[in-house]
């Protein structure tokens, strides 16, 4: 069910607990906020994304949101598959193998070209998971790989240790697009 709540991941679990289908189309991805569950906000030092307390002198970066329109070949049941990107300078995260370990990313790309690709496009793509307010973000490109954080003024990163070492439970905070469509 959650793979076929494309276009919201904000209330996907609610969407998928209340067993409603919807399709939607978007013209603007979701934006929002970012936050590991230690309060500190995704912001963006040079071009890349480090974790930081939140307080008065800290300036979360704005994150962008878009489901996966063509999800394809991407498995269904292990979230929803989505496009994650920040919204200034316009960049999305992705996943790369180098030196033979998964390595996130930012790159130049928009999250709107990402979205209207006939195909999924897999090193951009995470899948989404909700439980109650706290979420995970899996590399599509590289399963069990999650996004995660540690310490303060530390990049966010990818890790194989879900929920051990690190911070992989994030709480996103977003906001609905102007031009985006909901059909129940």
Request: net charge negative; hydrophobic share 35%.
């Amino acid at each position: 069910m959650a793979g076929r709540c494309r276009d919201n991941p904000a209330t996907a679990a609610i969407m998928e607990a209340s067993g409603l289908f919807y399709i939607a189309r978007m013209d603007k991805p979701w934006t929002g906020k970012c936050f590991d569950l230690n309060q500190q906000a995704w912001i963006l030092k040079g071009r890349t994304l480090v974790i930081a307390p939140l307080n008065n002198s800290v300036t979360p970066v704005v994150i962008t949101v878009i489901s996966c329109k063509n999800p394809g070949s991407v498995e269904e049941d292990r979230g929803v598959p989505i496009y994650l990107g920040i919204e200034n300078p316009e960049m999305c995260l992705y996943c790369e193998d180098v030196g033979g370990q998964p390595e996130l990313q930012l790159k130049d790309q928009k999250i709107l070209d990402l979205y209207n690709r006939p195909e999924p496009m897999e090193p951009f793509l995470f899948y989404h998971s909700q439980t109650g307010r706290t979420s995970t973000f899996e590399s599509v490109a590289f399963p069990d790989w999650f996004i995660a954080s540690s310490e303060k003024g530390q990049p966010i990163f990818l890790t194989s240790n879900l929920g051990k070492m690190y911070s992989t439970a994030f709480r996103i905070d977003l906001t609905q697009p102007r031009g985006g469509s909901l059909v129940l």
